[in-house]
């Protein structure tokens, strides 16, 4: 019979090799893969969006602060909670020339749906196939991870967020985004 503290050391050296094995580093990875580098070119994009002209590349966005972030699901607890907070501090991002704009799996026809509902008045774009959720370090399985990356007017990406609490994101995005320009 194998005693309790060999099994947890077993257990214990069996986890480690594992995140081991999968490469879990936190300074260059997050949960859904290796996120780009700050200071560096974002990654470019063009999806499909609910607004406007159907789709919004990050090339549209030139000479405008951009609050990129990416979520799970529209309608979901955690999701719509976030979504509120950026719509509630819409104008003050407003004022500080940046642009919010979602991302999620969701088609554009959820998308419409969710932004009828709770008032919002930022682009959600549908990133189906996961595409600009892989290449932002934000694809696990089928959805997008709840991840920010705040982009420079001239399409640096200048922070990262992989550990965000939707309550309070918005409050923390806007908190650094004034560091961001101040500096």
Known sequence: MISRRTFLSILFASCF???TWLNFTPTANALGGKLPAINQP???FTLPTNTGNGEISLSDLRGKWTVLYFYPKDFTAGCTIEARRFQQDLPKYVEKNAQIIGV?????DSHAEFCDSEGLKFPLLADT???VSKAYGSWIGFVSMRHTFIID???ILRET???VNP???STEVLSILKQLQSS
């Open 153 to 155: 007017p001239n399409g």
């Open 104 to 108: 999620s799996a969701d088609d554009v």
């Open 17 to 19: 090799a594992v995140i």
């Open 129 to 131: 196939t996961g595409s």
């Open 42 to 44: 974002a990654p470019l």
């Open 167 to 169: 309550s309070i994101h």
């Open 161 to 163: 967020f992989v550990k």
